[in-house]
């Protein structure tokens, strides 16, 4: 009696090659699927015993979900206390890892604000934005915002590593480029209005889309361009615009 492990006896794959042989297969055919099934035994056993492996050290199928390279990967804390008016900051860690790509600089650190219950939920590369989605934070009752960090070689290749708005291009040259993005169609009749603002000498440029609502900011640092969105549904759009609006204009690259 041969040994099992995980489902796969040993001493049955020769009993397997003999009815392949009794069934019309050559003896080297048949072997050759006996050797490939112990072969897929093998690999099944070790995605089974990395399973394991992770359970036991405490990993879940979410954490799984947002780990991304570097020192200190997944989500990282980065929000305040709430302030007197309920609000709270949060700023990108500078140990957060997700330098999307190799020869990438580290992301500059950026801030945004929330009201206090608002939360990180995690980043799947399935959503629109995919890997350069570098965050996501949500409410049920009021909306939910994401940052895309996004290379600036899309524009143009000699932009350098100190890349700025002015540099890129006008507000309708970066909300047409982006925005199919952030909205997943085209925004052609869908920008209600842009604004122009600047903060500590960097240069913002603010979007209102509709349908669907969405508040964009945009800013170039780096070699990269951030684009922070906020978006909602038609009743949290009608209840919390106030509240939205004040989270988009929030928006710093340190």
Known sequence: ?????????????????????????????????????REDCVSRRRALVSGVSLSVLGFSGEALAVIKQGPLAGRIPGLSEPNEQGWRTYRRPDEKSGGHGVGWSPIIPYSFSV????EE??????????TEIDLRFANSKQGRLFVIVAPVLRFADNLGDNASLELIGPPDKVISAFGPEVIGENVEGKVLSTEVAKHSGRTYYQF???????????????????LFNVTANGLQWKRHYKDLKKIAESFRVV
């Open 1 to 37: 009696m041969g040994t099992t492990v995980f489902g796969c006896c040993s001493s049955s794959l020769s009993w397997r090659c003999m009815q392949r042989i009794e069934n019309g297969y050559s003896r080297t055919r048949a072997c050759a699927h006996v050797v490939g099934e």
């Open 208 to 226: 209102e889309l509709e349908p669907p609502h969405v508040l964009i900011t945009a800013t170039a640092a780096g070699n990269r361009l951030y």
């Open 121 to 130: 939920v995690p980043v799947s590369i399935a959503d629109l934005g995919g």
């Open 115 to 118: 009201p206090q219950d608002w």
